[in-house]
Every structure is written in C-alpha cells, then in structure tokens.
C-alpha cells in the first residue's frame, strides 16, 4: 500500500507567482489534512478536507491560500502571489477515519521556496 | 486548546546509550499523544502513540514513553542508541478534534 504522495518534492516560485501543491492520500483514506513547517517550528495545521468538502479551514491564512480534494484526483493546496513568508515545507496527511485518537500518515512534504 | 512544549532542540548521545526526549503537554481535555519521527527530507513517521490504558506505550525502533497525567508529560526513552536513530523527533497531541498540536522538535545525532 503506498503512502501518502506529495509533488513537487521541491518548488522555487519568485514573489507574485502561484503555488500549486499536490497530495494524493493512502488508499481507502478520504480525510486530508495540511500542515506548515516553518523554518524551527513544528508543524501548524491549516486545513482539513473530506472528498469535495473543506471541513476546516480555520488554520489557513484568509488571503491567498486555497485548498481543495476534488471527487477524482488529488487535493491541491494553492497558495497565489506568493511572498518570502510563505517559505516552508508543507506536510500532508492523510486517515481512514476521522477523530482525535486517529493516526494521520504523513507524506514526505514540499519545500516551497520564495525567491 | 492543546499545546506541547518539547524540553532541549538537540540531544547528542553515544552510540548505545539511553536516549530521552522530553515532552509536556497543556490539554483542556483528556490528551492524546503522539511521537512521529522525520528522517531528512521525509514525511513524519508515526513512533507511537497513547490513546487510553496502559500509560506505558511501546512503538516502533526499541522506542516507549509512558503517559504520566499528574505531570503532563509523555516522555520519549530508547535503552540504546543506534546511529539510525539520528533524526528528528516530534511529541504532538491532539484534544477534542483531528488537529494535532506539534511541538518545535528536537534533532537527535549519536555519537559513534
């Protein structure tokens, strides 16, 4: 069983560009979370979808950032006219079922870079 | 709201040692807790985690902690380093929903 997939690896955007962030989750698992890493800090939540529901969105910064998990393919995090501050690797995650006793998967992250 | 706070950003052991990473936690509810590992460049992977019962949760690696509510804590300990071991360490918890709260990491390198 694969775990949860993330791409790009590494991105580079130069200020005012968009970010496009791709995680596709653990087979059989439909809640997806995403988290941000900034540079010594632990992971902070942002968002956490259900298959074509944004369930809770109270972590994303209100201007900018979008997030989806369409019915078919993977749950995009968009981030539009980046600036430096968004530098930092974003973590997906994913679990079969949702509750606070229940594990999230993790995937290897994307490193956004901010020129 | 949850918080934790991990004591020490970096811990340097000997190969064989005792490893111990500290973690306390701030719940309003009863916690549950976690310890993920990341590997340079990876995902987080799950070390173990305390749900209900036995306050002593052994995982993955030789790793255990115990859950000790009268201190808040959820203490991360191995007997024995091994140089795979060298990674970074994170206690998170989560309360009342899926959210998990991170703390800031500790980076553990052993000494050959």
């Known amino acids: 069983n694969a775990g949860v997939m993330q791409n790009p690896r590494h991105l580079v955007r130069r200020r005012g560009q968009e970010a496009r962030l791709r995680c596709s989750p653990m087979k059989g698992h439909s809640h997806v979370y995403w988290y941000r890493q900034l540079p010594e800090e632990g992971l902070k939540f942002m968002v956490y979808?259900?298959?074509?529901?944004?369930?809770?969105e109270s972590g994303m910064p209100k201007e900018r950032f979008s997030a989806e998990f369409p019915k078919e393919g993977p749950s995009i995090l968009r981030i539009q006219q980046v600036v430096r501050g968004d530098s930092a690797a974003y973590f997906c995650?994913?679990?079969?079922?949702?509750?606070?006793?229940?594990?999230?998967?993790f995937g290897p992250g994307t490193r956004l870079l901010v020129l | 709201a949850q918080s934790v706070t991990q004591l020490g950003s970096h811990v340097s052991v000997s190969e064989g040692a005792l490893v111990l990473l500290r973690c306390n936690y701030s719940?309003?509810?009863?916690?549950?807790l976690f310890w993920y590992v990341q590997y340079p460049n990876q995902g987080l992977q799950l070390l173990l985690k305390y749900t209900t019962g036995a306050t002593l949760v052994k995982g993955i690696n030789g790793f255990e902690a115990e859950f000790k509510k009268s201190e808040t804590s959820f203490h991360l300990t191995k007997p024995s380093a091994h140089m795979s071991d060298a990674a970074e360490y994170f206690c998170?918890?989560?309360?009342?929903?899926?959210?998990?709260?991170f703390g800031a990491g500790t980076t553990v390198t052993v000494r050959a």
């Open positions: 979808l259900q298959k074509e529901n944004i369930i809770d």
């Open positions: 995650a994913s679990s079969p079922l949702q509750g606070p006793q229940e594990t999230q998967y």
């Open positions: 998170a918890v989560s309360g009342a929903d899926y959210k998990l709260s």
């Open positions: 719940s309003s509810v009863p916690p549950y």
